[in-house]
């Protein structure tokens, strides 16, 4: 892929700072920045605390998406889930009623600072609210260790589970796990794995999962991804992370390429910003996403603009990106 010069990127970024629902992954504010590349807008929107060398997987995301043509799309919509952060139960319904005609939840769990109980009367309250034919998945983000795994499982399963996602950090543990939840019928799904990897296939080489959580940006663009679940050979379910309008139309042109789609995707995640870019964002309908590209409306760029500061802060990031994947 050939890598635009700086200049081009600066003079066509913008950095958005949008407020979110709820707290999530620790932070009460998301900090994007928007390009609008020649192929089209495009969302370069590594996390505060990643490194340079991790963000600029992201950078290479973003201009695959802004400045590359796209794989043709296999479908016109995709099926979300609702995402449910790890919330006291009684919050449950209000953050449910976000996510419109959504039958599969995925819902977080082994959140630092809380217990399984608070865990186990989250699922309750979820599957309450969805009722017996709804979907439940869990994340624990690697919380665990194999032993809280197994007794969480245990504890959990009476709810249904459609997967557990990352329930422990390392692919060795994730294997461990596997072994002993052998007669659960419990699937695992790789995410931190897959998306943190130096080499996102040891986990399917490893046998440590039965399905992989696929990003846009961590996995460095569509194309990139879509290799990497080709390469896997496993089903894959496309998730966002965490993302405005634009971050996630990246998500679903991964979604709408790829040859398989068993899962309903974590793409519905717009519903978690109390803001976005776009009049008509893209939160879930009938429990579904469009496919296509998203334009931001011009009012909302400008309401939204970062801090002249934090501004700086990110156009110096997107300059460390750069030279980082011109040198890579
Ligand atoms: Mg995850």
Known sequence: MSIPPLSD????????????????RGIDTREVVLLEGPTGWTEFSPFLEYDDAEAAVWLAAAIDFGWQAQPAPLRERIVVNATVPAVAAGDVT???????GCRTAKVKVAERGQTLTDDIARVRAV??????????????????????AEHAVHELAAFD?????????????LVQLRERLADWDI?????????KAVD?????????ADLLVVKAQPLGGVHRALEIVGEA?????????????IGLSMGLALAAALPQLDYDCGLGTASLLGADVTSRPLRPESGMLPVGRITPDRDLLERHTAAPDRREWWLARLERCHAVLGTG
Do not use: K
């Not at 050979?233 to 405005?244: C, F, R, W």
């Open 9 to 24: 990127l600066r003079t066509v970024a913008h950095v958005i700072s949008l407020p979110l629902v709820t707290r999530f």
């Open 200 to 208: 996102p296939l040891a986990v399917a080489r490893a046998g440590a």
């Open 161 to 173: 589970l459609e997967y557990l996602e990352q329930p422990c950090a390392s692919v060795d543990e």
């Open 94 to 100: 209000s953050v449910l009623a976000r996510f419109d």
């Open 233 to 245: 050979g496993l089903p894959a379910v496309v998730s966002s992370a965490l993302e405005t309008s």
């Open 187 to 195: 699937p695992i799904a790789a995410d931190e794995s897959i998306r």
């Open 127 to 148: 599957r309450a609210a969805l009722g017996p034919e709804g979907r439940i998945r869990l994340d624990a983000n690697g919380g665990w260790n194999v032993d809280e």
